[in-house]
């Protein structure tokens, strides 16, 4: 399990695995990573044993959430597109939770997307490719994204809107094919289907599709439809995006040239707000750095009400360096 | 925080318009991530399905560009009506994998369910829309359509927008004889307007234009934003939030959600209400909602007179005297201080010349031997 004390506060009961049909945002800053979470969730997924279903006299307790455990569902698989690091990133990290990707991945438990790699047109010309060693090499991910080519023509609506459309599109039917395939000895998902497992895609972090260039209401619709899917399949959807302030619009306005300076990443960020069930900010201190506290934790519940803040799931928590 | 005054009130501008009392055109939801509106959407649909019309069962069309329909309308709240569903979303009904028949099966209680791809300019969407209101319309004098995020219609040109809710009959109650009536209620994100309508991730501010469809607007606040939007003098710089701190701990909690409706008359005089409300058992609890303050004309503060009174007389405690007496009052206004009189000379200035003086005018300088 990843760090128990963080799956305490956070609230979403045992086994801690996310709650099933839910979308979680997980904004950051620079001088609060929360990119911790994201290892938190992957190792929650993979190494908590399924639970045994709760019998009537035995109701799940009260103030926590309903999980896969809730729902009679076990483990689910992970699909991780990584678009800020390598395979390898998660792998070390993981092992020091004391979890080795590498026997999941054999398992098809855990599927890595290569987001880094290939994404940018350079790639294209890179003299070594990764992709040709794929077969060799055993850290090497189950697909790569292939390069996006921004359109000559940003400015123009359509032109950008479908570029990024076409690759999103293609990026769908991967993450989709992933899910189907069948898994070994695992829980369900929703479509009925006894060996398909319930999905849990990551994506580590969003930003980056918006850093290349892609038009937001693509990404959205992208994003919408990663969400219907994976709510279809009793699964889970979890992104990471970076709230600086230098990234924020008013931050912008002096330099407001380009795409990717619209100033409208903070539009974006909200788009995304309105896209999640839950929201965990991750904030620095306001009274400033301390050695053995990294920040706060803000966890922020929509739910199936629509309310952003629910009074008894809505709670800070700090973030110690343990 | 301001002084609030909450009275309990007997009738409800906010029901009113969410049960399309007031007003059968078109009613727009400002909502924003601090304050969501689905709540109240879900409150809005379920009265009418539980509403039986003189021509019968209600007609409900559902546009769901964020949410599925199965989370609007689930199959309890049906009672009989008829509910139609359209869902955006990307690649349409050529969905991959076994997500689409999951999402039949979820919404079997629904008459229709189409799913249609979101292209660029929406073409294929308001297409489809167009195409079920109309068939609707050839049966039903009136459908009720929701939509739970108009987002995706405002990033494009208004009056393409405009001219889409005038085909559909939104927003022109005449258009009822001839073609039946689409009566509308949309969920607009206010915090993704934004005043550079260049920005291709927010959408520009449309609220002056929505005016033309319909005479009722409802904006939905946190208790706090309210406060910030009623009187920015109160909140300085420093108070202001930083950058993407869209939410905190007291968002959303009870007492703290406030609607203010927005009524636009014939007579072309607004009429506000803001109360706080919140959904509890299913039922709509509104407080009328008044701050102090705001009640004089204008947005004026209200003067208020002080009325001294022995009881509230400061100076009655003193040791020393510091008022005074009528006698020693007239005295004082009839005295001239003597400065008065020399205010009241003439600015005349007399010089009496001395023999040294050089007053040649051509040449200023000549003492200065230079």
């Known amino acids: ?322 | 925080m301001s002084p609030l005054e909450v009275k309990k009130t007997t009738h409800s501008s906010l029901a009113d318009v969410l049960e399309f009392r007031q007003t059968r055109t078109f009613v727009p939801i400002y909502d924003s991530v601090r304050q969501s509106g689905l709540p109240l959407l879900r409150y809005a649909i379920r009265r009418r399905l539980s509403t039986n019309t003189a021509t019968g069962p209600p007609v409900v069309l559902l546009v769901c560009l964020e949410t599925r329909p199965d989370a609007l309308v689930n199959p309890s709240l049906v009672h009989g009506g008829e509910v139609h569903a359209i869902m955006g979303i990307m690649g349409g009904s050529d969905q991959p994998g076994e997500a689409s028949s999951a999402l039949m099966k979820a919404c079997a209680h629904m008459k229709q369910l189409q799913l249609v791809n979101m292209s660029p300019d929406l073409a294929q969407l308001k297409h489809v829309i167009t195409k079920t209101v109309k068939t609707l319309q050839e049966e039903h004098s009136t459908i009720y359509v929701y939509y739970d995020s108009l987002v995706p219609f405002l990033r494009q040109p208004m009056g393409q927008l405009l001219r889409f809710f005038r085909t559909l009959g939104t927003g022109d109650e005449s258009a009822k004889s001839a073609s039946g009536l689409a009566i509308s209620m949309a969920l607009i994100h206010e915090d993704l307007l934004v005043p550079d309508a260049t920005s291709s991730a927010g959408i520009p501010p449309v609220r002056h234009a929505l005016e033309a469809l319909g005479p009722v607007t409802v904006h939905l606040y946190d208790l706090e934003d309210y406060n910030r939007t009623m009187d920015p003098l109160l909140w300085t710089e420093e108070d202001s939030r930083p950058a993407f701190a869209h939410l905190d701990t007291s968002n959303n909690s009870p007492g703290s959600r406030v609607a203010k409706v927005e009524y636009l008359k014939k007579s072309r005089k607004m009429q506000i209400e803001t109360s706080v409300y919140d959904i509890v058992d299913d039922r709509l609890v509104t407080s009328e909602f008044v701050l102090a303050r705001y009640q004089a004309d204008a947005g004026k503060p209200a003067e208020k007179e002080i009325i001294q009174t022995p009881e509230n007389d400061p100076l009655k405690s003193l040791s020393f005297n510091l008022t005074l007496t009528d006698q020693q009052r007239e005295a004082k206004n009839n005295l001239v201080l003597p400065y008065v009189n020399e205010q009241s000379a003439s600015g005349a200035i007399i010089y009496q010349p001395d023999d040294g003086d050089d007053f040649d005018e051509e040449d200023p300088d000549d003492d200065l031997d230079i």
């Open chain 1, 1 to 322: 399990m990843g760090f128990p004390t963080l799956s305490t506060a956070l609230g979403f009961g045992p086994p801690y695995h996310l709650p099933t049909q839910g979308t979680l945002l997980i904004t950051d800053t620079l001088t609060s990573d929360a990119s911790f979470l994201i290892h938190h969730i992957v190792t929650n997924a993979l190494q908590t044993p399924p639970p045994a279903p709760h019998s009537p006299e035995s109701p799940p307790s009260a103030g926590t959430m309903p999980t896969t455990a809730a729902m009679g569902v076990a483990k689910p698989r992970v699909i991780m597109v990584g678009l800020a690091h390598i395979f390898n990133h998660y792998l070390l990290i993981s092992r020091k939770l004391g979890l080795n990707l590498l026997p999941q991945r054999e398992q098809r438990q855990y599927i890595y997307i290569d987001g880094v790699s290939l994404t940018s047109p350079f790639a294209k010309h890179r003299r070594f490719h990764p992709a040709d060693r794929s077969s060799q090499n055993p850290t090497a991910p189950d697909y790569y994204c292939p390069p996006f080519d921004p359109p000559t023509d940003c400015s123009h609506h359509a032109t950008a809107y479908t570029s990024s459309q076409r690759y999103l599109t293609d990026l769908l039917h991967i993450i989709v094919g992933f899910m189907d395939i069948g898994g070994v000895g695992v829980g369900t998902g929703g479509s009925g289907d006894q060996s398909t497992p319930s999905p849990s895609l990551i994506f580590d972090d969003i930003a980056v599709l918006w850093n290349l260039g892609m038009h937001p209401s693509a990404i959205l619709e992208f994003l919408q439809a990663c969400k219907f899917h994976v709510e279809s399949r009793n699964g889970s959807l979890t992104l990471l995006a970076h709230t600086d302030r230098c990234l924020s619009g008013q931050a912008q306005k002096a330099d407001d040239e380009g795409p990717l300076a619209t100033g409208g990443y903070e539009y974006f960020v909200k788009s995304l707000m309105y896209l999640a069930s839950y929201i965990l900010q991750a904030e620095s201190l306001p009274s400033g750095h301390s050695r053995d506290v990294h920040g706060q934790l803000l966890h922020a519940l929509r739910g199936n009400s629509g309310n952003m803040m629910e009074r008894p799931n809505a709670r800070s928590s700090c973030l110690a360096s343990n």
